[in-house]
């Protein structure tokens, strides 16, 4: 994880490491530990923390300078990579559908939420 990103992203929001902490429900060491880069956070609390800053699990892995993929990223992974998708196995297609449908399902809770 790139924990510059992280401790930028947590600066941002005003909050300080304990508090960034509370809101994932972790011990405040584990969340430090994760700003020093003595620990890494599992597959599980990565997704935590990017919902937390609302950025994708690519930009806090620093995949990506882009925070949130946008429409025409979208439009680029599905149309620009069918072929690779359609290589996929059954089931990883799958789960990547309902990973999808999920993520925008927690997208549409959060605006209406947020309204």
């Known amino acids: 994880m790139d924990v510059n990103r992280l ?10 490491k304990t508090e960034a902490a ?13 700003e020093y880069g003595h620990r890494k956070p599992d597959n ?4 935590k923390i990017s919902e937390l800053y609302d950025v994708t699990t ?3 892995l620093g995949k990506t300078d882009s925070e ?4 025409d990223d979208f439009d680029s992974f599905m149309f620009d ?4 998708f359609d290589s996929l ?11 999808i449908n999920e ?9 209406n939420k947020d309204k």
Request: proline letters at 2%; glycine letters at 6%; aromatic letters at 12%.
């Open 68 to 71: 949130n993929f946008s429409s």
């Open 7 to 16: 401790i930028s992203l947590r600066e941002g929001k005003g909050w300080s």
């Open 44 to 47: 599980e609390m990565l997704v």
């Open 89 to 99: 196995p059954d089931d990883v297609k799958k789960e990547l559908i309902r990973e």
């Open 22 to 34: 509370r809101r994932l429900n972790i011990a405040n060491s584990t969340y430090s530990g994760y």
């Open 81 to 84: 990579d069918k072929e690779a």
């Open 58 to 60: 690519d930009y806090l």
């Open 103 to 111: 993520k925008i399902e927690f997208l549409k809770y959060k605006q």
